[in-house]
């Protein structure tokens, strides 16, 4: 596909349960991100991916919080032990490279709903 | 660390009019890019305008121009003609240069409405 693309659309679970998201970046895009946009709120950076470089993992909120980036390609973001607060649109950017200001291009998000 | 202050949670514009959104930022970097993406309802983010920091020119894009004051950290974004299209939210975001991946750190955003 031409752009980002994020599944599922839309997320409803019980809190408690264990979610995973899934991230199919731009092909030959090297650099992948995922945020957080909590109603209201601006996006909030989570963890990145760069080429076969450790990620950076310092927007992670907890250890229920992880992901992993197989083959350099497809990100999964799993969350563990969903509490309410983790309710949000997870949205997954790519870019060519991480450098020197390489702009995002974003999909549309997942909107996670923990009842 | 750097923060960014979108100081406008809603505006709303008539059709054909001007509208400017405002954008302030805090860094200690000298050397950055700034960046205004649009999310409409349909919840994509999609990127407006870039803006390189030790550029002077101000960057514009069609419609789209920004006012850049590095000295003011101020980074603002001005909408000609508007058009109905361009109801969303507006963020303004923060990428500090480095050698490897940037995060971009964002604003609360501004809603725009644009009316008949």
């Known amino acids: 596909g031409a752009g980002v693309s994020q599944s599922p659309s839309n997320k409803v679970t019980e809190k408690g349960k264990d979610v995973e998201l899934r991230c199919d970046p731009i092909s030959g895009h090297t650099a992948l991100y995922w945020y957080r946009q909590s109603l209201g709120q601006g996006l909030e950076f989570l963890i990145y991916f760069q080429g076969n470089s450790a990620p950076d993992k310092s927007g992670l909120p907890s250890d229920r919080f992880s992901a992993e980036r197989t083959g350099g390609s497809v990100s999964t973001l799993t969350i563990q032990r969903t509490q309410q607060e983790d309710s949000a649109v997870y949205l997954c950017a790519s870019s060519v490279t991480g450098q020197g200001g390489q702009p995002q291009h974003f999909g549309d998000g997942t909107r996670l709903s923990i009842l | 660390a750097q923060t960014v202050t979108q100081s406008q949670p809603e505006m709303s514009v008539q059709e054909a009019e001007t509208v400017t959104l405002s954008c302030t930022y805090d860094t200690s970097e000298s050397n950055y890019y700034l960046f205004w993406y649009k999310q409409p309802p349909s919840r994509q983010m999609i990127l407006v305008i870039r803006q390189e920091a030790y550029k002077q020119q101000n960057a514009t894009e069609n419609r789209f121009s920004v006012n850049f004051q590095k000295a003011a950290k101020s980074f603002s974004l001005k909408i000609s003609d508007s058009q109905l299209g361009d109801t969303a939210m507006y963020f303004c975001?923060?990428?500090?240069?480095?050698?490897?991946?940037?995060?971009?750190?964002f604003g609360t955003g501004t809603r725009l409405q644009v009316t008949l």
């Open positions: 975001a923060f990428m500090k240069i480095t050698g490897t991946a940037s995060k971009l750190t």
